[in-house]
């Protein structure tokens, strides 16, 4: 890490505490967040876009500060503003920005730098999540246009979006063969949010059910080359997932310092509560496995920055993030006792939002199925 590094965390950690923790009890009271508003605070500190072209309204960095953006970020009092600022600078936008046309690029990757729109990325549908491959949505050529017809599901900033990365299916292949990527405007006759969902977590992260009915746009919108969709989408799936762990360690960092605070000022049979060595071992081994992890997390982003494929370590960083993010509010809300467990104590939330990274983005058991079949443990 750099001075200019630093100088960055530092920045965004101020711009965390003073500018968006404040305002999360009201958004999360409104199951919605102002991300128009909130990208474009961000992009005008040079927040969005780290790593994109300048021409584009990105920042040209190097990755090491989209790590250290995600782990301020990570900090924040909750997980919906973290994983819908995911979303719009390493989800929806990486394969616009690798693959796509010029024309493309400064006409929605460029405004989304600047906070003007908001992306979301649509993938899942209500019978395929995880299995990509099986994904039904279509999209038919008529003369310069396509016109696409289905669902997708858990579509996160979709209420929100004033454009989407479609996967679709574009030929009659089956399976991995045949799919395209789409730049679908929200703003497109055909395209509807059906229905906005109320989760367990992350609730000011507005999440939907989008329904496309012969909704047309033009073929121009296809993302790099037609029928290649399948592969531009795993290589930003691995982003995604890098993301996500990024995250996961500024969670935990945070989780433990607020745990640790609580437990010198609970007194119980006459001591603080963190006198109990029980509980200070917990916490050590579970700072040790957040080090493991924070560490695991720059390798993998110098490999990244160096061109390697990451696509194993970015894997096996989602697989543990998760996990550790599960065992940290388990324990943080266990030593919190009676009062974590109530609404108005931060471990309530942070339990509930975390959760969802062992299942969205890839779940814990495709992570394995992933490692299994790279690593030659299958049949």
């Known amino acids: 890490m750099?001075?200019?590094?630093?100088?960055?965390?530092?920045?965004?950690?101020?711009?965390?505490?003073n500018e968006i923790n404040p305002n999360i009890e009201g958004w999360e009271a409104a199951d919605m967040m102002p991300l128009h508003e909130i990208f474009a605070s961000m992009a005008e500190l040079g927040m969005i876009g780290l790593e994109y072209e300048t021409q584009y309204g990105g920042q040209g960095a190097d990755h090491m500060f989209t790590l250290?953006?995600?782990?301020?970020?990570?900090?924040?009092?909750?997980?919906?503003?973290?994983?819908?600022l995911g979303v719009q600078v390493d989800m929806a936008t990486p394969s616009l920005a690798r693959f796509g046309t010029p024309e493309l690029k400064q006409r929605y990757l460029a405004p989304a730098m600047r906070g003007e729109m908001v992306a979301a990325i649509a993938v899942s549908e209500p019978d395929h999540g995880s299995d990509v491959a099986g994904i039904r949505t279509r999209a038919l050529r008529d003369g310069d246009e396509w016109v696409i017809n289905g669902s997708k599901m858990w579509i996160t900033n979709s209420v929100q979006a004033d454009w989407l990365c479609l996967l679709a299916r574009t030929s009659d292949e089956g399976g991995y063969a045949g799919m395209s990527q789409i730049i679908v405007p929200t703003s497109a006759v055909g395209f509807s949010v059906s229905k906005k969902l109320d989760k367990l977590g992350m609730r000011a992260s507005d999440t939907a059910l989008l329904s496309f009915d012969d909704c047309r746009v033009p073929v121009a919108n296809t993302i790099g080359e037609v029928g290649k969709g399948f592969q531009q989408q795993m290589t930003q799936f691995v982003v995604e997932r890098m993301w996500a762990a990024y995250t996961a360690v500024g969670a935990c960092e945070r989780a433990l310092e607020r745990t640790a605070e609580y437990l010198r000022e609970r007194h119980v049979f006459g001591e603080?509560?963190?006198?109990?060595?029980?509980?200070?071992?917990?916490?050590?081994?579970?700072?040790a496995e957040l080090?493991?992890?924070?560490?695991?997390?720059?390798?993998?982003?110098?490999?990244?920055a160096a061109?390697?494929?990451?696509?194993?370590?970015?894997?096996?960083?989602?697989?543990?993030?998760?996990?550790?993010?599960r065992e940290v509010a388990d324990q943080c809300m266990q030593f919190h006792g009676g009062i974590g467990y109530v609404e108005e104590t931060w471990t309530a939330r942070f339990f509930r939002d975390n959760r969802l990274i062992s299942i969205g983005g890839g779940a814990d058991e495709v992570m394995l199925q992933i490692l299994a079949r790279m690593d030659g443990f299958t049949a």
Do not use: W
């Open 272 to 287: 603080p509560l963190l006198a109990k060595q029980y509980i200070q071992f917990k916490l050590a081994e579970l700072s």
């Open 307 to 325: 061109g390697t494929d990451t696509t194993r370590q970015a894997t096996i960083a989602k697989l543990k993030a998760g996990r550790l993010l």
């Open 291 to 304: 080090d493991l992890l924070r560490v695991y997390n720059r390798s993998v982003a110098q490999d990244y």
């Open 68 to 84: 250290i953006l995600a782990e301020e970020f990570g900090r924040c009092d909750h997980g919906s503003l973290p994983m819908a």
């Open 2 to 17: 750099t001075d200019e590094h630093e100088a960055f965390r530092t920045m965004v950690r101020a711009y965390v505490e």
